[in-house]
């Protein structure tokens, strides 16, 4: 059974970071494609990122140049650095797996974090 675990969210002002990770286990890590999702109160959860078995980022146009999505395969890890935090980047994240390659849709992934929540203070 595959279970991922995200963790590093909390509260920062406005131009800080945070770094989230999510342990993934029970499956082949190295074969999957791994995923970072968002959802806001009262909004549908929303693509942030995603990376590739061999490692190719892709980030939304939101977060594009201010976080970097990364993998380490020894640690069965996938990482969500956050920089230049804003306001509207507060949410609920979540980690996703999947076989069938990085996509921008949740329906790809196979398999769900329980979400870790990030608050960015004005």
């Known amino acids: 059974q595959v279970q991922a675990v995200e963790s590093g969210g909390g509260m920062v002002q406005a131009g800080g970071s945070l770094r989230l990770s999510c342990v993934v286990s029970?499956?082949?890590?190295?074969?999957?494609?791994l995923a970072w999702f968002r959802q806001a109160p009262g909004e549908d959860r929303k693509y942030v990122s995603a990376?590739?078995?061999?490692?190719?980022?892709y980030y939304a146009d939101s977060v594009k140049g201010r976080f970097t999505i990364s993998r380490d395969n020894a640690k069965n890890t996938v990482y969500l650095q956050m920089n230049s935090l804003k306001p509207e980047d507060t949410a609920v994240y979540y980690c996703?797996?999947?076989?069938?390659?990085?996509?921008?849709?949740?329906?790809?992934?196979?398999?769900w974090g329980q979400g870790t929540q990030v608050i960015v203070s004005s």
């Open positions: 996703a797996a999947g076989v069938a390659g990085a996509s921008r849709n949740t329906d790809h992934y196979d398999y």
């Open positions: 029970g499956g082949d890590f190295r074969t999957f494609a």
């Open positions: 990376i590739t078995w061999s490692s190719n980022p």
